[in-house]
């Protein structure tokens, strides 16, 4: 039981610093030809409040797992509706719009969902 609980321990930090280099990853398209240096770190460090966010929560998830795998899971479930809408608008398909939902936000629905069960497993153990 305990190996499962290490495991349990250490997957969702792991996947969730993961969700959140790939989702800092959008914020690169900030740095565009015809914009001054310190326009390109401006619009950079904006591109980069969601992964902030994120950051945030990790933080909490890892002190407090009940507390911080709700909040991931909010935020997950929370911003599904406008990314939807924002590429819906952008592309005119309902399946891009999904699979853009699945692609960026089911990972942290997950790993909330895994920081939960982590500290499920931990109360029932102890």
Not at 20 to 38: H, N, Q
Not at 54 to 64: E, G, M, P, Q
Request: charged letters at 10%; glycine letters at 6%.
């Amino acid at each position: 039981m305990r190996n499962l609980i290490d495991w349990f321990h250490w997957i969702p930090r792991v996947l969730c610093i993961l969700a959140i280099l790939f989702i800092s990853m959008f914020a690169l398209d900030a740095f565009a030809p015809g914009l001054t240096v310190w326009e390109q770190i401006r619009d950079f460090l904006i591109h980069l409040i969601p992964t902030y966010l994120l950051l945030i929560a990790l933080l909490v998830a890892w002190k407090w797992e009940k507390i911080g795998g709700v909040m991931l899971m909010t935020i997950g479930l929370g911003f599904s509706p406008s990314i939807f809408l924002m590429n819906w608008h952008r592309t005119g398909s309902v399946w891009v719009g999904i699979a853009i939902i699945l692609i960026i936000n089911l990972p942290f629905v997950l790993v909330g969902a895994l920081f939960v069960i982590s500290n499920h497993l931990k109360k029932k153990n102890s």
